[in-house]
């Protein structure tokens, strides 16, 4: 598992690639839930926010630019305090992976295979997982720069195919008085924003880390385009009550394409998405949590653990949550909080010590 | 319960032996604390398989109502 080294810019197009699922099953639901039709204007003041973090990675590896996330944080608190934070950060990424492994299957079996036990899928998501993480990052790294092509090339097919269905009466007019509940909103984009910074627990595998700023701006940007745009469209087809209602809205939204009575029922399309980007967005978490696991205990390799540690998943994933229901209250009602805890608050804390004690 | 012990008893001695032909005693240490963990929360899932939830238990712990 310590096979090769990633570019930052493979690191941010896997970031792309693993970002696209919650924005489009999550960040719709809780923008239109908080800011309503202005739901859509809700990413826009994440990019604040974002920028401060990618200026705060930046600091922190002008110093420690061969190093990984831990070893700043050890540097600046000290080993045991440093690793007391660095053992929250594992229980963060196991609750995300555990979190993310129920939402894939919950949503397979909920969009397209009714019939078909949520075990199946765990276990068929894991095999994968295992037979692609031994290989190492690097095979993540190359996957990344196709998937992307692949995901964005589906998401331009079907965004151009929903223009039609857009009622601009849903979207339109946005008076200031939504600007509170449009930056009540944004979190959710903040929220997923903040995997840049847990996806750093893997600095030591990532090269060029001086290009953090340059390439994290443009990568900020298109995230939240990306964002805003999604959501425009899926409130401007559905409107703002239903989606804040419904659990698979841009699913739904899709199935509403019908160009010349020709090209329809394409929703197969946003499954693939969902399925790829899924996939890369745990690979990425178990990987990150195998790495906090090699810093915290010092091992040499952390390969021989996978295996063990999928099993654990396994169970975690099954014992999260009995129902869906569940498992979206904690989204809305916690999940949010702790990533922006763990993504922004702590590395904020980090860097104001690093520079009181002159670490960074 | 019984194909958890006999899949955590399979992976477990193949990944042991290996990490044992390497040299690899801190990895054996890590990997035996992670078994442990694996079994008692694979068993206590088991034991409560349609009531086990961590949200749930989560959501009571800090008295959440929704």
């Known amino acids: ?360 | 319960m019984k194909w958890l012990f006999f899949i955590v008893l399979l992976i477990s001695y193949f990944e042991i032996k290996t990490m044992w032909n390497k040299g690899l005693k801190k990895e054996i240490v890590v990997f035996v604390f992670l078994g442990i963990i694996t079994l008692s929360y694979g068993i206590y899932y088991l034991m409560n398989a349609n009531t086990a939830s961590l949200c749930r238990s989560f959501f009571n712990l800090i008295g959440f109502k929704y």
């Not at chain 1, 229901?325 to 804390?349: A, H, K, M, Q």
């Open chain 1, 1 to 360: 598992m310590s096979k090769g080294k990633i570019s930052i810019r493979q690191t941010f197009l896997l970031f792309l690639v693993l970002a696209s699922s919650p924005i489009i099953r999550y960040a719709t639901g809780y923008s239109s839930l908080k800011a309503g039709q202005a739901a859509w204007l809700a990413p826009l003041p994440a990019v604040i926010t974002l920028f401060i973090m990618l200026y705060i990675l930046n600091s922190l590896f002008i110093k420690h630019s061969e190093k990984s996330i831990m070893e700043v944080i050890y540097a600046v608190f000290g080993v045991w305090v440093g690793k007391i934070i660095v053992f929250l950060y594992f229980l963060w990424s196991l609750l995300l992976i555990a979190l993310y492994l129920r939402y894939d299957v919950e949503r397979l079996v909920g969009s397209t295979y009714p019939s078909i036990p949520i075990e199946f899928f765990i276990i068929t998501t894991l095999l994968v997982i295992a037979y692609v993480l031994p290989k190492g990052i690097n095979i993540l790294g190359r996957m990344s720069e196709i998937l992307f092509l692949v995901i964005m090339f589906a998401f331009f097919i079907l965004l151009i195919c929903m223009i039609p269905n857009i009622r601009m009466d849903s979207v339109f007019p946005v008076s200031t008085k939504e600007v509170l509940p449009i930056l009540h909103g944004s979190m959710v984009t903040t929220a997923i924003g903040t995997y840049i910074f847990l996806m750093f627990f893997m600095g030591e595998f990532i090269n060029d880390k001086a290009k953090i700023l340059k390439t994290g701006i443009s990568t900020v940007v298109f995230y939240i385009l990306l964002s805003a745009i999604i959501i425009f469209e899926v409130i401007g087809t559905l409107t703002s009550s239903v989606v804040q209602r419904i659990p698979f809205a841009f699913l739904v939204a899709v199935k509403q394409i019908s160009i010349l009575d020709t090209i329809e029922k394409i929703e197969s399309i946003v499954v693939g998405v969902f399925i790829f980007s899924d996939f890369i967005l745990l690979s990425v978490l178990i990987f990150v949590s195998l790495n906090i696991i090699k810093s915290l205990a010092k091992l040499n390799e952390t390969k021989h653990l996978l295996n063990l540690f999928l099993v654990l998943v396994y169970f975690l994933s099954m014992g999260i949550t009995i129902n869906r229901f569940d498992l979206e209250n904690f989204s809305v009602y916690f999940l949010i909080y702790i990533n922006l805890t763990f993504g922004l608050i702590i590395p904020i804390i980090l860097f104001i010590v690093g520079k009181i004690r002159e670490k960074i």
